[in-house]
């Protein structure tokens, strides 16, 4: 089993939906949690962390339920520009694990 | 405000060649981590390196890969003996602390093909 698994999509969603991605990890002792988002080719780039109390930040929000050890990331009146794959991240013990990323195609 | 640097972007090796690929963390960071993402896959972790020390190399291969970060200069990975599955991109990233629960900054990646 992978230590942070996600659906590898694609998901194909209309300009203006909504779209929600989840993120399961294995490791009960990860510490923090992340989503980073990679456009094709690029390094990966931090887009928010994910809080026990869940955070949004925009037209996006994070949640973390650390009981049943999954992550989410809504995504609301999407754009064009969301066009990416997410990857959803847990860390502890020196390491940063990254799952294998969920990509998301905006469609206008 | 240099942010992390990676050289050379891109790399073509022979299999059986040496490829050594550098990276120089941002200002005021001491921790460096490599990844490897091969094509339409995730960013695998293959070792995490402060100063002058390997703090976790549990996804290296054993044979033919090393990485070192030296007191002074960029941390190297160095892969000896390329074959063609060592095509992939390579990714440094770097974080100002070892608590887990910052940011990590990504280089924009060495890119090696093994021909």
């Known amino acids: 089993r992978k230590e942070v698994e996600q659906d590898p999509g694609p998901f194909n969603v209309p300009e203006g939906a909504t779209v929600a991605f989840n993120c399961t990890y294995s490791?009960?002792?990860?510490?923090?949690f992340f989503w980073y988002r990679q456009d094709c080719r690029k390094e990966p780039k931090l887009l928010m962390s994910v809080y026990s109390s869940g955070n949004e930040d925009g037209r996006f929000t994070a949640q973390l339920n650390r009981a049943s050890q999954y992550i989410s990331l809504l995504i609301r009146d999407s754009k064009l520009s969301d066009s990416a794959t997410y990857l959803c991240v847990a860390s502890g013990t020196y390491k940063y694990i990254f799952g294998t990323g969920t990509r998301l195609k905006v469609l206008a | 405000n240099a942010g992390v640097m990676q050289n050379p972007r891109h790399l073509v090796r022979r299999r059986g060649q040496e490829a050594r690929l550098r990276c120089s963390p941002m200002k005021g960071h001491s921790h460096v981590y490599w990844y490897r993402q091969l094509p339409e896959e995730g960013l695998k972790f293959m070792v995490y390196?402060?100063?002058?020390?390997?703090?976790?190399e549990s996804g290296m291969p054993k044979e033919r890969f090393s990485a070192e970060f030296p007191k002074e200069g960029p941390s190297i990975l160095r892969i000896q003996q390329v074959v063609r599955g060592d095509s992939a991109a390579y990714f440094c990233?770097?974080?100002?602390?070892?608590?887990?629960?910052?940011?990590?900054?990504f280089g924009e990646g060495s890119r090696l093909t093994v021909l």
């Open positions: 490791n009960s002792a990860s510490q923090s």
């Open positions: 390196l402060q100063k002058e020390n390997i703090i976790d």
């Open positions: 990233a770097s974080s100002r602390t070892d608590r887990f629960a910052g940011e990590l900054f």
